[in-house]
């Protein structure tokens, strides 16, 4: 972080409004250092000059210079490029938060504001900030470390990933050992398809390799995601659900900041991007967040999707008991062609005695299901 107070955070908070700037300060100042700018010439000043904030809260309608400027200038300047920009503004269609995302922005969250929900984005930004620096940091190091180059490379890979699904994994720990099975089969059924006339070209070694490596990242947007839902044992109601399908936006906008703080393309985390948006997409294009449809899905976002809802299928929850794994493989077959690409539930039915085998070897313990149960208990109660 850059603030130099220990274990505080920087918000700036830009808004020409004094009332709106009292309020969000009150809201986070017994977390975050704030610091507040009534224009967007003084919010530029303010985030130019060491210890630059971590992460700017900026509104949209403001006079002389409005939010749009404010971010595009932030993002034009290589000393603030790399701070996250949330809007915080009452423009709520559509086309005004496309065009703040597209000018860099890393979220929108329209007023009123619903004080949970702009604790859990702020938290979640910061956090994800502070995985894209210290992607920045060791990509410093190994261009210092020529001669080392590809094996440090490889290890950095590994352990940004681990570390970014971790943080899926510690929001939510009713997922157990979710992240290695799918991913263990997501490489079965690549390895399967790579000799299919429709996926030679694409599936080679490499290709296979960066799946495996990229597969446990498809659930990191779950950061993003408030407590009150993603830990709700329950049913979700229509906003809420609608909330938690954001955690596939989310999960790519995180990667793709990560990828433009080091500054050039990385075939892992682009790969990442694809798993993380698009593994809800549906082959006959009912899914989210796109609605895409058939070939227009990436091939890595098919995979994970067969993965994933088998996974959820066979797995025991706190509130579900878990189908059988003959139950589980109907389901599949039942969605081919409709949810899932043909070809990849073939090669999932060809393979089912080894998607049983690896949901075996990386099943959860009954010891771990209780204390998931016990921990779900006590967030409810």
């Given at each position: 972080m850059?603030?130099?107070?220990?274990?505080?955070?920087?918000?700036?908070?830009?808004?020409?409004t004094p009332?709106?700037?009292?309020?969000?300060?009150?809201?986070?100042?017994?977390?975050?250092?704030?610091k507040v700018a009534k224009s967007g010439a003084k919010a530029l000043a303010i985030a130019a000059i060491e210890p630059r904030p971590d992460l700017v809260l900026l509104d949209i309608m403001m006079p002389e210079m409005d939010g749009?400027?404010?971010?595009?200038?932030?993002?034009?300047?290589?000393?603030?490029?790399?701070?996250?920009?949330?809007?915080?503004?009452?423009?709520?269609?559509?086309?005004n938060e496309e065009k703040g995302l597209w000018l860099g922005a890393v979220d929108y969250i329209t007023k009123p504001i619903s004080p949970p929900i702009v604790m859990a984005r702020v938290e979640a930004q910061?956090?994800?900030?502070?995985?894209?620096?210290?992607?920045?940091?060791?990509?410093d190091f190994l261009e210092q470390e020529v001669a080392k180059r590809t094996r440090d490379i490889v290890a950095i890979q590994d352990v940004t990933i681990l570390a970014m699904a971790s943080l899926a994994e510690a929001?939510?720990?009713?997922?157990?050992n979710h992240v290695r099975r799918t991913q263990h089969y997501v490489k079965a059924l690549a390895e399967k398809l790579k000799c299919h006339p429709h996926f030679a070209a694409t599936l080679d070694a490499p290709t296979i390799a960066m799946l495996?490596?990229?597969?446990?990242?498809?659930?990191?947007?779950?950061?993003?995601?408030?407590?009150?839902?993603?830990?709700k044992p329950g049913r979700l109601e229509p906003d809420e659900f609608a909330i938690m399908k954001s955690h596939t936006t989310l999960g790519y906008a995180a990667i793709e900041q990560a990828e433009r703080t080091l500054g050039t393309p990385v075939a892992f985390l682009s790969c990442a991007k694809q798993i993380a948006r698009s593994h809800h997409e549906r082959w006959d294009?009912?899914?989210?967040?796109?609605?895409?449809?058939?070939?227009?899905?990436?091939?890595?976002?098919?995979?994970?999707?067969?993965?994933?809802?088998?996974?959820?299928?066979?797995?025991?929850?706190v509130y579900k008991s878990a189908m059988t794994y003959e139950e589980a493989v109907r389901f599949i077959v039942e969605g081919k062609g409709s949810q899932f690409d043909p070809d990849i539930v073939e090669a999932f039915v060809?393979?089912?005695?080894?998607?049983?085998?690896?949901?075996?070897r990386y099943a959860d313990s009954d010891l771990n299901m209780e204390k998931r149960r016990e921990g779900k208990d006590l967030v409810v109660g």
């Open positions: 850059t603030d130099s107070t220990p274990g505080k955070a920087t918000i700036l908070v830009v808004d020409d009332d709106n700037l009292k309020l969000v300060s009150r809201l986070l100042m017994d977390t975050y250092k704030v749009y400027e404010v971010c595009r200038r932030l993002k034009a300047d290589p000393r603030t490029s790399s701070i996250p920009v949330i809007f915080l503004t009452a423009k709520a269609e559509t086309k910061l956090k994800l900030k502070a995985t894209a620096d210290f992607l920045r940091d060791k990509a929001r939510d720990t009713d997922t157990g495996f490596k990229s597969a446990p990242l498809h659930d990191i947007g779950k950061v993003g995601v408030p407590d009150r839902i993603l830990l294009g009912r899914g989210y967040p796109d609605g895409l449809a058939s070939d227009s899905i990436p091939l890595a976002a098919r995979l994970m999707a067969v993965a994933d809802v088998y996974d959820a299928l066979v797995s025991r929850r060809a393979l089912q005695d080894q998607f049983k085998s690896i949901a075996a």
